[in-house]
């Protein structure tokens, strides 16, 4: 007992009275633990490329994807409150374009077009045939719902580029990739927006559009996963047998799960946040196998919560735009497992930007 007393004083004495030394312990305790479960702790991390019409303006017209573009403007709303209602964070990665008032506001916003070389179809084309405003041409533009977006608990404005640029087709310079961000900053500031994190366009990027992001004051960005058939390449270059594999892969292990779990890391001064996968929509043919697909879906995220890695889930609006009511199933299946693991494992659920700042 007396060896005891004695300890406590040594422990104790240097730091005053014992209620102000256990007090002081305590606070050591917590920051110890805090900082050994921000280390291990899984995130669970979702972002949505919001781009409409100027995500397939070069392969694909209005009319032919009207119904998922329309379908897709009527899930946000949905998937906005599913989230909120089970405190789920997400970055909306948005073409600049999008925040426009209209064809004018954009040409007069973003008069440097790109010229892609391999592309039949030009940007200025499309924004030169565009409607004048959101109610005129809802395909184009979408301030309203970017608004909604933005106000809601836990979502994130991220950017898709201003004119969904491609990184890896050949023609624009690095100096067109810049002004590109120049007018995707300066539409998004008008509202508020700050922007911090960026999703590029088809996953393409180089070191050198890296560094220019990093000149534009990005502090993130979504990285693809390091695997083969995930690395980035021009839309030329995308295999059938790439294809088949990415296809396969949802619905059972090709590519190791081990792979496809995300970490955070600095790269060319920013942080990539890396893709897990693509949440590929219900469609007429999945129907009878989506379930597989979720199973994998969950098994993933399961893998991550476990060993302390995080999970990037990504889509866009428009892949809800048919068979809403499945998705929006889909997605409460996950949402649901993802509260699971919340309460076993303490995964958490963050945008890019809270997912790069825990780098
Ligand atoms: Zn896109």
Redesign the pocket.
Known sequence: MENLTHFRRILFQPLGPRAIAGRHYWRIFRRVSGWIASVSQSAFVISL?F?QHW?IYDHSSVSAYRKKLDGGRRAIPLILERFAAAGVHASWAT?GLLLCEGREDALTLYPDHPAYQDLEIQIRDVIADSGDSESDDPYHYALSLAQRIAAAPGQEIAT?TFS?YYCLERGPSIRDFEKDLEAAKSVASRHGIDLSAI?F??NQYTAAHLAACRRQGFKAFRGNPKAGPYLPRKTGDMTAMTRVTRLLDAYAEVVSSERLLSRSRHEEGLVNVPASRFLRPVSRLDRGLSWLRLRRICDEMTRAARVGADYHLWW?PHNFGTYTEENLAFLDAIIVHYAQLRRRYGMVSLTITEAAARA
């Open positions: 490329d781009e995500g073409v898709h969904h999703v366009p088809r866009h």
